[in-house]
């Protein structure tokens, strides 16, 4: 049974058609890729997914339990978080600071304003800071301020902030965008590790980190899905090619 489902997903602005009818069924701990030119709809699906946007047609179900519906709030609270493609974190809040936000949300549901108040009722909040701090390698870096940290230590930040809602599924939108080479390939590292853990849906332009770290790719243009399949079918498949990648091929 899929943990994560969307049946015929539909998302219509006035006139304009910005997903029509995309269907898509994701595995426990497997990564799915969604993938397209600009324009194909993977953001207006994505927002979809984590209840951002209410779906003109369509359904959304996790762990067969339908959740279309469902604002994004609630989404998050039965285990599916996003990370954006623009960080988003706490800039004059510590690493580990920024960290307990969500870790606080988790074990004692909305936040308060004693949040960093001492309290015994918190140590589960800490552990979970700590060991997804850990988890993304930032533990040398957990008392410095997050506007001090270079962009992929931001990025992974923000990775962290997802991930300590102890979420069962991890939405990325371009989690490498705008990172150096040496940053990449860390992020990727990263990503494959944790997917032991947690089922990741990804968007991402970059063909390299999709062929190397996808079980599933879809693919949207036009805000239709054109094909679907493991990542040695897309490569080879002519449609893909014409209207994506080009006549020369899939290169990973």
């Known amino acids: ?4 489902e969307a049946r015929e997903l539909t998302q219509r602005f006035g006139g304009l058609v910005a997903v029509d009818k995309v269907s898509l069924a994701v595995e426990p701990l497997t990564v799915t890729a969604l993938i397209g030119p600009n324009g194909a709809g993977k953001t207006t699906f994505f927002k979809m997914l984590s209840g951002e946007l209410q779906p003109s047609a369509g359904e959304v179900y996790f762990k067969d339990q339908r959740i279309t519906k469902l604002d994004v709030t609630r989404v998050a609270q039965l285990g599916i978080a996003k990370s954006f493609q623009i960080t988003q974190i706490f800039p004059k809040f510590s690493v580990e600071e920024n960290v307990l936000v969500p870790a606080l949300g988790a074990t004692r549901g909305a936040f308060r304003f004693d949040a960093f108040v001492p309290l015994a009722g918190a140590k589960r909040a800490h552990e979970i800071a700590e060991h997804v701090i850990e988890q993304v390698g930032l533990t040398e870096r957990r008392r410095m301020r997050a506007s001090d ?40 590292e990263l990503l494959k590790e944790l997917r032991k853990s947690v089922t990741i849906v990804i968007v991402e332009h970059d063909m390299d980190v999709v062929f190397g770290l996808a079980d599933r790719i879809v693919v949207l243009q036009d805000g239709r899905q054109i094909a679907e399949g493991a990542p040695a079918e897309i490569r080879g498949n002519p449609k893909v090619q014409e209207a994506y990648l080009g006549t020369g091929g899939v290169h990973a």
């Open 149 to 188: 940290l270079s962009y992929g230590e931001k990025r992974r930040l923000e990775l962290a902030l997802a991930l300590a809602t102890q979420p069962q599924v991890l939405l990325l939108d371009e989690p490498t965008a705008g990172m150096s080479p040496t940053e990449r390939t860390a992020m990727v």
């Open 1 to 4: 049974m899929p943990l994560l």
